[in-house]
C-alpha cells in the first residue's frame, strides 16, 4: 500500500510573511504600550511634585561615590575571554527643614550634579508637603527617567507601523500583470 501525503497550505510564500510580519508588528504595539505604561509609573511622581510640590533649601552634608567592577566571562572555541567594567555611581547625603520637621537624606544623582556641589553648600530640593521622603535635587536624573520610557515608545510604535504597512505590501497579490 502506497500512502500519499497532503500538506496543507494557507497561500503563497508572501503571503505567510506578510502575516508573520503582521504579528510582528503587533507584538511592538503591545511593548510600545508596555513603554506607556512604564512612562505613567516613572512620571507620576514627577508631575505630582510638578504640580503639589513646595521648593525649599537642603545643605550637602557629604558626597560619596561607588565604584563597582562587572566582569563577565565568555567561553568559547578559542579560549575563554574576560570582558571588564567599571561603574561609578554618585551619592549627595543632604537635610532640609519643612513643616516644622527636618529630614535628612541620601541620594544617588548624575556625574554633572554631584561635581557642581560641595559639602556645607545649600541646594534647592522640591518636595511633597506632608511626606518629605518624596524630594527630588537633580532634576537631570529626575528627567532622564521620564524621556527614557517615551523614547522607547515612540520607537517601538514607529517600527511596529512599519512592519504593518510591509506586511500589507508583502500581502498584495503580485501575481498580477502589469500595464506597459
Not at 563597582?68 to 532640609?96: I, N
Amino acid at each position: 500500500m502506497s500512502q500519499a501525503t497532503t500538506q496543507k497550505t494557507n497561500g503563497s510564500a508572501s503571503a505567510d510573511a506578510a502575516k508573520i510580519l503582521r504579528y510582528f508588528s503587533y507584538f511592538l504595539y503591545v511593548v510600545a504600550l508596555l513603554s506607556c505604561v512604564a512612562l505613567a509609573f516613572t512620571s507620576f511622581d514627577a508631575i505630582r511634585m510638578a504640580v503639589s510640590g513646595v521648593t525649599g533649601e537642603a545643605t550637602v552634608l557629604d558626597l560619596r561615590t561607588e565604584t563597582s567592577r562587572t566582569v563577565r566571562t565568555y567561553g568559547g572555541g578559542s579560549g575563554t575571554v574576560v570582558d571588564s567594567s567599571l561603574r561609578t555611581d554618585y551619592y549627595v547625603t543632604y537635610a532640609f527643614e519643612a513643616d516644622g520637621q527636618k529630614h535628612h537624606q541620601e541620594r544617588r544623582v548624575s556625574e554633572s550634579f554631584y561635581n557642581g556641589v560641595t559639602r556645607g553648600k545649600t541646594i534647592a530640593v522640591r518636595y511633597l508637603p506632608g511626606a518629605l521622603e518624596e524630594n527630588h535635587i537633580d532634576r537631570e536624573w529626575v528627567t532622564w527617567s521620564m524621556i527614557t520610557p517615551a523614547l522607547f515608545a515612540i520607537a517601538f510604535f514607529g517600527c511596529g507601523y512599519l512592519f504593518q504597512r510591509v506586511a500589507k505590501m508583502a500581502g498584495q497579490d503580485r501575481s498580477k500583470p502589469t500595464e506597459s
